[in-house]
């Protein structure tokens, strides 16, 4: 079992950054996929971004070059640094985590926190 716990949500203006954390505990960390999912208000659940054992990484084309994952295998944790941000990023956003590659679908994985909302004013 990993029990994932997400932090750094909040409400920011348009253009602002946040920086949101998922510190892992449970099993052994270093050898699975974390990820980023965000769900907005009557909207289905999207995949932002995830990063492998080996530290490559995915991100969905509306975030790439705002936002970067990295991961701390020391402190089992997994960052999302979100910049330039605007309204349209505002949803609830999740840490996942998975055994192996990445996958975009989050059906496939394994292990997921509670959620840090991030509003974004215009």
């Known amino acids: 079992q990993v029990q994932l716990v997400e932090s750094g949500g909040g409400l920011v203006q348009a253009g602002g950054s946040l920086r949101l954390s998922c510190v892992a505990s449970?099993?052994?960390?270093?050898?699975?996929?974390m990820g980023w999912f965000r769900q907005a208000p009557g909207k289905e659940g999207e995949f932002v971004a995830a990063?492998?054992?080996?530290?490559?990484?995915v991100y969905t084309d509306s975030v790439k070059g705002r936002f970067t994952i990295s991961r701390d295998n020391a402190k089992k944790s997994v960052y999302l640094q979100m910049n330039s941000l605007k309204p349209e990023d505002t949803a609830v956003y999740y840490c996942?985590?998975?055994?192996?590659?990445?996958?975009?679908?989050?059906?496939?994985?394994?292990?997921w926190g509670q959620g840090t909302q991030v509003t974004v004013s215009s």
């Open positions: 996942a985590a998975r055994e192996g590659v990445i996958d975009v679908n989050s059906d496939s994985w394994d292990y």
């Open positions: 449970g099993r052994t960390f270093g050898s699975t996929a």
């Open positions: 990063i492998r054992w080996s530290a490559s990484t």
